[in-house]
């Protein structure tokens, strides 16, 4: 249940910040401002900010020339300093669940739980079997703190720190729905880092993180054919056109391959351990989502349909402030940020 205003969505990825702020009606999600800006190269490394600096002041700009004026922010946490686990346990009211928590954490999280800050969502009581299942989440306080200190230095105020997997979900159910006796796969592949989220009868029920992204394609083809990045990054997005050199489309398909083995890796971990049903259908998102050897890659591993998901299919425009050409440029990596725009200002636990 939440209340009270949007928040801005502010997704600080490892090559680009995309900043997004909507109203929610009857009529559905309008977008009122958007804001788009690259990172330095090796500004965030695995999840980490190294270069507080470059990250504050191209958020603070982002604010300033798209005339933000509210502060209230959600932001967004990936990576080795997230850990998701879906666990089981005893039915309980929720008073003895929040007492319960931390021990049940220390059980199933592989961090020192002094180290990090616990969260979890109840998916569902079973109460026949006198059980309930949980979603619990465990995200690095140090992690939490860096994010939230930039927030801070670029005059925002963080309101909720979310899991990217959680926004596109978030995204995916508002332009959908989540299919209630279907088990889907949602996928983002973002610059350094893929996030699968495979949902089963409407809930999550697997998530990872793939250390793969489209980076990936572009430093093979810097190092392999001795190009300068910008031209791997001009290979890679026109690669159906003609013009790219034929050895440069062998490596973009051997890279996506690599990235689908991956993603079908996991897949299948999840086929073997979850006792859900067959995954019927992946939809992938994000900013490498565009390349078409991707889609045709996972599709080929994987034996099941893949569908590109666009995040804005079900937006409007709703001010003038909004360019348009960013908006239809950008729209396959917004998905983060506009799932951390639906969270609201106050919300409790259900």
């Known amino acids: 249940m939440s209340e009270g205003n949007n928040l ?12 997004c702020q909507i109203k929610e009606s009857r009529k559905g999600v309008g977008l009122l401002r958007l804001g788009y800006a690259p990172l330095p190269a090796q500004t965030i490394v695995d999840g980490h900010v190294m270069n507080t600096g ?7 700009k982002i604010f300033h020339d798209q005339k933000i004026k509210q502060r209230s922010v959600a932001m967004s946490v990936s990576g ?22 931390q021990w049940e954490a220390e059980q199933h999280i592989p961090f020192d739980i002094k180290d990090v800050q616990i969260d979890y969502e109840i998916l569902r009581r079973r109460p026949e079997a ?7 989440v465990a995200a690095k306080r140090d992690e939490l703190s860096d994010y939230a200190q930039i927030a801070r230095d670029a005059k925002l105020k963080p309101m909720v ?7 596109v979900q978030n995204v995916f159910e508002l332009s959908r729905g989540l299919p209630p006796d279907q088990t889907i796969a949602l996928i983002n592949v973002g610059a350094s880092l893929s996030t699968l989220n495979v949902i089963a009868q409407g809930i999550s029920a697997f998530t990872r993180d793939i250390a793969h992204g489209g980076n990936a394609i572009s430093e093979e083809l810097h190092k392999q054919l001795s190009v300068p990045l910008e031209t791997a990054e001009d290979f890679k997005y026109n690669v159906t056109s003609g013009s790219v050199p034929a050895r440069a489309v062998e490596i973009i398909e051997g ?4 990235i689908a083995a991956e993603i079908q890796r996991s897949l299948d971990f999840f086929m073997a351990t979850s006792g859900e049903g067959e995954v019927r259908r992946v939809y992938v998102t994000g900013g490498s989502a565009v390349l ?25 425009v709703e001010a003038r402030e909004v360019d348009p050409e960013l908006l239809q440029r950008r729209a396959a990596q917004l998905a983060v940020a506009l799932g951390l725009s639906m ?3 106050r919300e409790k636990r259900s």
């Open 343 to 345: 969270r609201k200002e």
């Open 292 to 316: 078409p050897n991707l889609p045709a890659a996972i599709e080929r591993r994987s034996r099941v349909p893949v569908e590109v998901f666009w995040p804005t299919e079900k937006l409007t």
């Open 80 to 101: 080795q300093s997230a850990i998701i686990r879906k666990i089981t346990v005893p039915m309980m009211t929720l008073a003895e669940l929040d007492e319960q928590i």
């Open 8 to 19: 801005v969505g502010v997704d600080i990825g490892s090559s680009s910040i995309k900043v």
């Open 255 to 258: 890279v996506c391959d690599t």
């Open 130 to 136: 006198g059980q309930m299942d949980l979603l619990l």
């Open 54 to 60: 470059a990250v504050v002041e191209a958020l603070s």
């Open 161 to 167: 720190i979310d899991i990217d997997a959680f926004t």
